[in-house]
């Protein structure tokens, strides 16, 4: 099991840009599925990015494409999300979770599940975008 802590988070105007950080530590050197998830005001739980750190390949959700870039640090253990162009709708805890083993990222799960697959999670770092 992962543990996982987000940074970044705050306030800005409408268009701004902020980045997110998710740093996980870990006691073994198994790759994991790392996804960001967002809880905005009267949506469920959606998940808008994920890295695989065992190749480092990266994915978007189709919402947030063009907006939004996720990247990897060089050791693999620090997730990043990058938000620009930033609306009041993209309001929101940001979560970052993970799960052992590449399935969830390779499969999609991670888009599909709303986070059932996911075995561990930040506290999350709260966006707060104003008009």
């Known amino acids: 099991r992962v543990r996982l802590v987000e940074s970044g988070g705050g306030s800005v105007q409408v268009g701004g840009s902020l980045r997110l950080s998710c740093t996980a530590s870990q006691e073994t050197r198994d790759p994991y599925c790392m996804v960001w998830f967002r809880q905005t005001s009267g949506k469920d739980r959606e998940a808008v990015a994920a890295?695989?750190?065992?190749?480092?390949?990266?994915y978007l959700a189709d919402p947030v494409k063009g907006r939004f870039t996720v990247s990897l640090d060089n050791a693999k253990t620090t997730v990043y999300l990058q938000l620009n162009d930033l609306t009041p709708e993209d309001t929101g805890t940001y979560y970052c979770?993970?799960?052992?083993?590449?399935?969830?990222?390779?499969?999609?799960?991670?888009?599909?599940?709303?986070?059932?697959?996911?075995?561990?999670w930040g506290k999350g770092t709260l966006v707060t975008i104003s008009s």
């Open positions: 890295a695989y750190t065992g190749t480092g390949t990266t």
């Open positions: 979770a993970a799960a052992l083993g590449a399935r969830d990222c390779i499969s999609g799960a991670w888009y599909r599940n709303g986070g059932r697959n996911m075995d561990s």
